[in-house]
């Protein structure tokens, strides 16, 4: 059982929702000439719930939950999942920098796209509300400053991360780099991931069997490795994040996940 979810900061979160959010997408789908390209998923279901908790050294500096809605929902005459994630800051962070942070994606159920992009932040008194309406047909964004010409399937920063939960890493080797297109603040950003092999990761979770990758950034042609980012995603159909940790100027900070629930699939947990 979930208990009821504190406070990150607003560097903690966008790092954390724009990275291990956007991690490792393959191009799996098949775009048709009749419109959206149709993606067998069985990775997620309405109702999954994930928690985690986010450490800054040895201090408990926020928490992020991701949770996907128990809802019918349509947008355009498509079934969605309505996916929202939370950011909040916790403790001594929470008396000096505030941070309340909200997401929400409409995600085609069928195409794995999203369809509406929702961004509220409200970081220390700065505040951003965003929303972005997302024509995958016709390869548009439009949010307040306009219409935005995107690539085919785009993606925003929380659609991303349940796209990758479709993956399959079993032909991946090592060093192998997968691209994804992420549309955010009026632009595109090529990011991609490299898959760094596979690792076993202990938490207050758990012990699990990890998928490690690295993000890396798209600088003209010419991949740039992020070497201070390194995720662990579960190693199982599920392909949860399990652990997310960043090198900061001083010190680090680590994402671990805390508490789950409602997963479709077995988890690769070894012991608790």
Same mark, same amino acid.
């Given at each position: 059982?979930?208990?009821?979810?504190?406070?990150?900061?607003?560097?903690?979160?966008?790092?954390?929702?724009?990275?291990?959010?956007?991690?490792?997408?393959?191009?799996?789908?098949?775009?048709?000439?009749?419109?959206?390209?149709?993606?067998?998923?069985?990775?997620?279901?309405?109702?999954?719930?994930?928690?985690?908790?986010?450490?800054?050294?040895?201090?408990?500096? +926020?928490?992020?939950?991701?949770?996907? $809605?128990? #809802? *019918?929902?349509?947008?355009?005459?498509? !079934?969605?999942?309505?996916? /929202?994630?939370?950011?909040?800051?916790? +403790?001594?962070?929470?008396?000096?920098? $505030?941070? #309340? *942070?909200?997401?929400?994606?409409?995600? !085609?159920?069928?195409?794995? /796209?999203?369809?509406?992009?929702?961004?509220?932040?409200?970081?220390?008194?700065? $505040?951003? #509300?965003?929303?972005?309406?997302?024509?995958?047909?016709?390869?548009?964004?439009?949010?307040?400053?306009?219409?935005?010409?995107?690539?085919?399937?785009?993606?925003?920063?929380?659609?991303?991360?349940?796209?990758?939960?479709?993956?399959?890493?079993?032909?991946?080797?090592?060093?192998?780099?997968?691209?994804?297109?992420?549309?955010?603040?009026?632009?595109?950003?090529?990011?991609?991931?490299?898959?760094?092999?596979?690792?076993?990761?202990?938490?207050?979770?758990?012990?699990?069997?990890?998928?490690?990758?690295?993000?890396?950034?798209?600088?003209?042609?010419?991949?740039?490795?992020?070497?201070?980012?390194?995720?662990?995603?579960?190693?199982?159909?599920?392909?949860?994040?399990?652990?997310?940790?960043?090198?900061?100027?001083?010190?680090?900070?680590?994402?671990?996940?805390?508490?789950?629930?409602?997963?479709?699939?077995?988890?690769?947990?070894?012991?608790?």
């Amino acid at each position: 059982m979930l208990y009821k979810v504190k406070q990150p900061l607003k560097f903690i979160l966008m790092r954390a929702l724009t990275t291990y959010l956007t991690f490792a997408i393959l191009f799996i789908g098949i775009a048709t000439a009749q419109g959206y390209r149709d993606i067998f998923q069985d990775q997620y279901a309405k109702g999954e719930r994930l928690l985690y908790r986010v450490h800054y050294g040895f201090i408990d500096a +926020g928490e992020v939950l991701l949770e996907i $809605k128990f #809802e *019918d929902e349509q947008i355009d005459g498509r !079934d969605v999942f309505h996916m /929202v994630g939370l950011g909040y800051s916790t +403790g001594m962070f929470d008396w000096f920098y $505030k941070v #309340e *942070d909200r997401y929400e994606t409409y995600i !085609d159920a069928t195409a794995v /796209v999203p369809l509406k992009f929702i961004r509220r932040v409200n970081e220390g008194g700065y $505040k951003i #509300e965003r929303d972005i309406e997302f024509k995958q047909l016709e390869n548009t964004a439009i949010d307040d400053k306009g219409e935005h010409e995107v690539p085919d399937n785009v993606q925003d920063l929380l659609s991303a991360f349940y796209y990758a939960r479709c993956l399959d890493f079993d032909n991946a080797t090592v060093g192998d780099i997968f691209p994804i297109n992420t549309f955010l603040d009026h632009e595109v950003f090529n990011m991609s991931v490299k898959y760094l092999g596979k690792e076993v990761i202990e938490n207050d979770a758990g012990t699990f069997n990890c998928i490690k990758i690295r993000p890396m950034l798209q600088e003209g042609r010419v991949f740039k490795e992020e070497e201070d980012m390194t995720i662990w995603v579960s190693d199982d159909k599920n392909h949860i994040p399990i652990r997310l940790q960043t090198n900061v100027v001083i010190g680090s900070i680590r994402m671990d996940l805390m508490e789950f629930s409602g997963l479709v699939n077995s988890l690769a947990r070894i012991k608790r």
